[in-house]
């Protein structure tokens, strides 16, 4: 797992504009039906990371206008909720997804859009005006890198404790994390069978 200083890395430098995979209508990478762009490249390498190969900054193809449109084709289905950005890093991948989010904003306000980061929301206070500018254009962030240590699979929507689902836009206006308010983990306690229970 790295740690970067405030823009040390800057998508200018290290973005290919690939991406790692598209998967529409699904219900996992977020609230309700959900279109997930996964971005290539991520330089945080955390141990135990679900989608190494997206590591690489050149895996997968060129994002293309075609799949743009497609995108937002997609996301026009009445039964969309959203789209969701991952990866990969999306905030070292502004080129491609800040035109996207801002087009949905444009053509379909009422969708709304997710984003995983390894960035912590406190880094992202310290970094480069595009990141910020991405930032203010999501509704939702999954922020921090996995921290295989506090691996916890009832966690809703993330896979380490250490990681947070935050409302942006209530972070933003009142200066401090705000935590979504539909947060739901699971918990540990189940009932035990007891042998005497048993058939």
Known sequence: MKNPKPKEWLASDLSQNYIADYKPFNFVDGEGVRNSLYVS????ACEGCYNVAAQNFRYGRPYTQELEDRIVTDMAQPYVQGLTLLGGEP???TGV???LVKRIHEELPEKDIWSWSGYTW???????????EL???????????????KKNLLLQ?????NQRIIDVKKSLSSGQVVI??????GNQE??????ENMI
Do not use: M, T, Y
């Open 41 to 44: 490249g991520c330089p945080f």
């Open 91 to 93: 905030f070292l991948n």
């Open 97 to 99: 997804v800040l035109p």
């Open 122 to 132: 406190e880094e992202l206070q310290e970094e480069s005006d595009d990141k910020l």
């Open 135 to 149: 930032l203010a254009n999501i509704d939702i962030l999954v922020d921090g890198r996995f921290d295989i240590s």
């Open 157 to 161: 929507f993330r896979g380490s404790s």
């Open 180 to 185: 979504w308010d539909k947060l739901n983990d």
């Open 190 to 195: 189940f009932e035990q069978l007891h042998k």
